[in-house]
């Protein structure tokens, strides 16, 4: 008896607690939101809606600096068109609006809206350009706001922006960032000290494709070593006829001493490679260290798990919990197979930086998603 | 006419006699001449020899990187499967000692109303487990002795390819041991509060925004051109500063994998004094000891330590 009512009291109190927490905690993240130097971007890009929250103060904006809050995103795949699709992107894309200016009190006028060019790409494609016209006039009804601009940005405007966003000023004009995506790889560099001049460079080869490509190729033998004997025919074609080419013609060779990556795939494999560092956003890395990842992954994706990560992390080194669960979401998201392919096609680009005489550094980036919306709207506000 | 005949006869004879010896003689020779033809034949065949010695050689070296590789894959699954085992282990472990205390426990208190039937059914089950712990150290043991003859299969595999295939990494190794190169001196780490037109030196951890170090180095006995130096930078509580995740990354040293606050990657002609200068941003400072080491080849060349009230 004692017993049950003591239970039963400590789960009064614990829920009491709870609550006190996130009222304490909703209003300190609505007293900061509020400030005048707050801002947010929402973005319809090929996979959902993400919303990022930015500061902005009076000495960041001069240096073309800012701070990224918080972010957020919402699954929907757009790109497919299917009216399904079509309604969850929309209710997606009004509820993040929703949420960034009543629940976090940002002005409207704060808060910037914007299609990525993946999407229009695609429509453009498949002559589904009128969907983007109808989810934008649609927004606009939704939320009784005719005025509102939303920018439908463009692949290299997308690439500058990311630039911006996520290379800081010191190593602006000897970076050249590479993002690698599922279906495609896009970057570039600013070959002219100034950040209106974008050298733009495209790989039609992403993550997804290249273990695509390899499935095809596979027949009857499924298992993971003729998966790798076909991936690397595969990326072996790719660099042969496209990488080589695309990065010889980018002339971002000498102009460029630091080669950064952003992308699913180096979240990905910046989580698995440097586990010590899983609170930088931004960790360096070797071809030799991805090359060794890549190996070692093919012969045992065991050690690569969330648990045999933690369990061979020294103490004191970084937030364990944090880690196992960040460890798992890249399990979650990347298979051994999908890890493959994109490591392989990351060492294919990273070879042709990786000189006898000259090498550069190499960086992975994780937060590449939010880097190009928080950089428009950086610029958006500074105007 | 008698004399005449037999004559003839003998003159036939000799004849027969002689061209006896002329076929002996052509057949010697035939014989000799296919002897010869023999060798020459056997010394154009040399080339296709020792290709043929090459393929056994490269297939040799196949099988060698095939077993080397094998155990590789042996030595990965053991690791795995004796770290497995280990948790295992400590959960029985930990269930051994539970029993052992509740057990103490029963009997301490020896009370005409307690239930010695829960004792011994305890007792029980602790044999139990102790005869679980039995199997499973002999599984342990056998999983040990497995990883060691892999080790050892390794080292033996190392030891003989070595000499032959990589002779010259392997007096290179010799001519290295891991040590460093480099002395530093004159280990400067400061405090710094900066507003827009200037920046001073504080002690005190909340005026605090950033710290400057520097640090000089010299090398009397390398000819390096090209060195790397990291610099590691702990706060109070013993965690690493990194300012921002372009400039920290990890490296190795003999106590394993390490974070650093900022790295070094200079020119050197030998005999120089270098002096390097770094600056790391630092927000909510706290009070206490902050300690700068310099590392080299992953050995500490220096160390200085500044306390911020």
Known sequence: MFTKLTGRLFLVLAIISLNCFFLTAQNSV????????????????????????????????????????????VNTDFISFTTATYQATLAALTNLYQFAIKQNR???????????????IQAE?????????????????????????????????????????????????????????????????????????FKLFQLTWGTKSAANAAEKKLGTDNSIDNF????????????????????????????SDNIAFSGGIAWAVATLVAPELNENAVIPVSYDDVLQFSEKLAKNPGLYSDYYIVKTMPENITDLDKLAKDVKQVNKVFDQRALLSGTGLLLKIMRQFDGVVERKKFYLVKNGAVGWISAYVNQHSVK | MRDTKSLLLLLVSLLLVLVSFVLIWTWGYNFYAK?????????????????????????????????????????????????????????????FYRLRSEIVALLKNRSNSNNFTDAKQKIDELQRKVDDLKDKNQVVDSENKKLTEVLNQISSADRNAKPVINAKTNTSEKLNPPYALFTATDLRLAAVSADEEKETETTQAEKADKFNGSFTVM?????LTNAEMMVVVL????????????????FNTAEGKKIYSYKFNFSYTRGEAKRLLFSLKADGLTKGNYTMEVYQNGQVIGRVVKTLS
Request: net charge negative; charged share 25%; proline share 3%.
């Open chain 2, 235 to 250: 706060k109070p509580d013993g965690k690493v500063l990194k300012s921002s995740g372009w400039d920290s990354g990890t």
């Open chain 1, 228 to 255: 790798n004997s076909q991936l690397s025919r595969v990326l072996a074609g790719a660099e042969e006829n496209e990488i080589v080419y695309a990065v010889n013609a980018s002339g971002a060779f000498p102009k």
């Open chain 2, 219 to 223: 090398n009397f006995n390398s000819q």
């Open chain 2, 35 to 95: 002897d010869q033809n023999q060798k020459t034949a056997t010394t154009i065949v040399a080339p296709d020899s020792a290709r043929i010695a090459a393929t056994v050689r490269d297939s040799l070296q196949k099988l060698y990187t095939a077993t080397l590789h094998e155990l590789d894959i042996q030595l990965d699954s053991t690791l795995t499967n004796s770290d497995s085992l280990k948790y295992q282990l400590d959960a029985k472990l930990a269930e």
């Open chain 1, 125 to 197: 494609k498949e002559d589904k350009k009128n969907w983007i016209d109808q989810l934008i006039n649609a927004f606009k009804t939704d939320n009784n706001e005719p005025d509102r601009k939303v920018t439908i940005i463009d692949v290299k405007e997308e690439a500058r922006l990311s630039h911006l966003g996520i290379v800081p000023e010191a190593r602006r004009y000897n970076t050249f960032l590479i993002d690698i995506g599922s279906g495609n790889t896009k970057g570039g560099y600013f070959p002219y000290d100034n950040t209106k001049d």
């Open chain 1, 106 to 120: 940002i002005p409207s006028a704060n808060v910037f809206t914007a299609v990525s060019s993946g999407v229009s």
């Open chain 1, 30 to 73: 609505v007293q900061k939101f509020e400030s005048s130097n707050i801002y947010a971007g929402i973005e319809v890009g090929s996979k959902g809606v993400k919303l990022s929250f930015v500061e902005l103060d009076k000495k960041a904006s001069e240096e073309g600096e800012f701070k990224i809050l918080k972010d957020t995103s």
